[in-house]
């Protein structure tokens, strides 16, 4: 039995501590149920066009893949460091966070870390992410 989509509408909150006003995202997005998780895709408009992005959680993990202009494949584990690949059009670096907090719940999740690219800090990241089931299968 396949597992089926749900449409859901997707907003995103991201806060960077230097600076002052959090970056808003509205996007319709596909929500995948899993036995002990889930699969949320959405694509995030960035300058160079838009982004796919998939967000899946099992527990005590919760990876943020990105395909296209940007291209990352990164977890976020509570209290752990974790290293990835950054890549863009122009440069690739070292992506590397340690995660304080990350809440997860049934129609949203919160994951906060300190980031660092190519080992200089950038800063602490608060990300929110909840999402809207809009009813309707497929997409």
Not at 19 to 44: C, H, N, R, V, W
Not at 113 to 134: A, P, R
């Amino acid at each position: 039995m396949a597992i089926e989509p749900l449409r859901v509408r997707v907003q995103q909150t991201t806060r960077m501590s230097d600076i002052p006003e959090p970056i808003e995202l509205s996007a319709d997005g596909i929500y995948y149920p899993l036995k002990t998780g889930f699969i949320l895709m959405f694509d995030q408009q960035q300058e160079d066009g838009p982004v796919p992005t998939t967000i899946k959680y099992t527990p005590e993990r919760l990876a943020l893949i990105c395909k296209g202009p940007i291209e990352m494949n990164h977890s976020f584990i509570e209290g752990r460091f974790t290293q990835s690949l950054y890549k863009n059009a122009y440069m690739s670096m070292t992506m590397a966070t340690t995660t304080s907090r990350l809440d997860v719940s049934e129609e949203s999740c919160t994951f906060v870390y300190e980031l660092s690219m190519n080992e200089e800090d950038v800063g602490i990241y608060e990300v929110h992410v909840t999402w809207t089931f809009e009813g309707g299968e497929g997409a």
